[in-house]
């Protein structure tokens, strides 16, 4: 397949199985499309042009950023349809208003009545609008006002006094907490009905509310019915990784992004196998020792990207990462079956995480050879 490309790389290194991640991005496109909703990929997971490319030529409307990095760099790239889905920060909206005055269709969010007046009156000095979303709490995640928090209004009216409101939107994290499809599409459904009340209660006071944004992975794809939503946002699918499999919204086999590394030495006594991809390659998230398999730091595989039966990456230090067997004997011969020099692939608990520890991504596959950028920065 692509062994002599990934025999030419450092170590350690990003590869991104390009059928995998096509297969990844036409499985959700073709569920938003049946569901009759627009999808927002969120590009954090990647941070790569050629993947969100890739994601609007499926047909994907619009992006999701979470750095005002992203959207300057997605915008100088030419993609002009952004929403910056992190609450905004009084100190970034200049740069928030330099991307609109430049010509980036950008939206932004907040959940306060503090932070919708800073944007008001940002705008105001400026002599510019900046469509405002509000976040909103479906499940007690993270942020956002409830759907019937009295402060939802009081944002709204706020945002309203320069005619700044776009829509509302919410991300139900607490799916990643999941692994039924029954809880999943129940939450999608809470999810959802959340979000679209938000919006009701906003269009009742005599404000328009023209987008109903929701989203998370696992949501996305075990929605089955989206009746007043406009858009789903998802990020992580294109990948996918560990998590998303305990979770069970995709297969081992479609985790798209994994970490090149090299044997570099044994601990024969200990049944262990070292290579030069520590925790500063695959990251320190340890997100799948909370789910029902924990993969320590990742499941080691062949070049071919087939999982080694019985193994796992047990530890890491911050160069240093270690393989040990699941099962209770230690290979006969370890240095032998794992030899100094070896190649593998390790998939990753978060893909998100472990992508960003690097600045480029090599390309398996069809195309085998190719190495695409990553963005990088806040």
């Known amino acids: 397949m692509s062994a002599t490309f990934l025999e030419s790389l450092d170590t350690p290194a990003a590869i991104v199985d390009l059928p995998r991640l096509q297969h990844n991005i036409a499985r959700m496109q073709e569920h938003m499309n049946a569901l009759g909703v627009a999808l927002r990929p969120h590009v954090k997971t990647t941070k790569c042009l050629e993947v969100a490319q890739a994601q609007i030529a499926a047909g994907a409307r619009g992006i999701t950023v979470s750095t005002l990095k992203e ?32 010509g980036c269709n950008l939206k932004i969010i907040v959940d306060n009545v503090a932070g919708a007046e800073a944007i008001v009156a940002a705008c105001r000095e400026a002599g510019e609008t900046l469509e405002t979303w509000i976040e909103i709490d479906t499940d007690g995640h993270r942020s956002g006002i409830t759907p019937e928090q009295p402060e939802l209004l009081d944002v709204a009216r706020a945002l309203d006094a320069a005619s700044l409101v776009g829509g509302v939107l919410t991300h139900a994290g607490s799916s990643y907490e999941l692994n039924d499809d029954e809880a999943l599409a ?23 509310c023209p ?46 992004l994994s970490v090149l590394a090299t044997v570099i030495g044994h601990q024969p006594d200990k049944g262990w196998v070292v290579v030069d991809a520590g925790w500063m390659a695959m990251s320190r998230d340890r997100g799948t020792s909370k789910q029902g398999q924990d993969y320590g730091y990742g499941l080691p595989c062949d070049l071919e990207g087939r999982p080694l039966d019985g193994w796992l990456m047990t530890q890491a230090n911050q160069e240093h990462g270690i393989l040990a067997p699941t099962r209770d004997s230690v290979p006969a011969d370890v240095a032998r079956d794992f030899p100094v020099g070896m190649r593998i692939r390790i998939l990753p608990n978060h893909a998100c995480a472990t992508g960003a520890q690097f600045p480029v991504y090599g390309v398996v596959g069809e195309g085998s050879g190719t190495q695409w950028p990553r963005f990088y920065g806040w």
């Not at 200049?94 to 005055?101: V, Y």
């Not at 129940?186 to 328009?208: D, T």
């Not at 992580?236 to 081992?252: E, Q, T």
Request: proline share 4%; hydrophobic share 50%; aromatic share 6%.
């Open 71 to 102: 959207a300057e760099q997605f915008f100088a790239a030419g993609i002009t349809d952004i929403l910056y889905a992190v609450s905004m920060a009084p100190a970034k909206l200049p740069r928030a208003l330099a991307l609109k005055r430049a």
């Open 186 to 208: 129940a939450l999608a459904e809470v999810e959802r009905a959340g979000c679209v009340r938000a919006a009701e209660r906003i269009r009742e006071i005599g404000i328009a």
């Open 211 to 256: 987008n109903v944004s929701v989203g998370s992975t696992p949501t996305a794809l075990a929605a089955r019915a989206l009746p007043g939503v406009t858009e789903v946002r998802a990020g992580v699918y294109a990948f996918f990784d560990l998590v998303m499999h305990n979770v069970g919204v995709c297969r081992k086999e479609d985790i798209a």
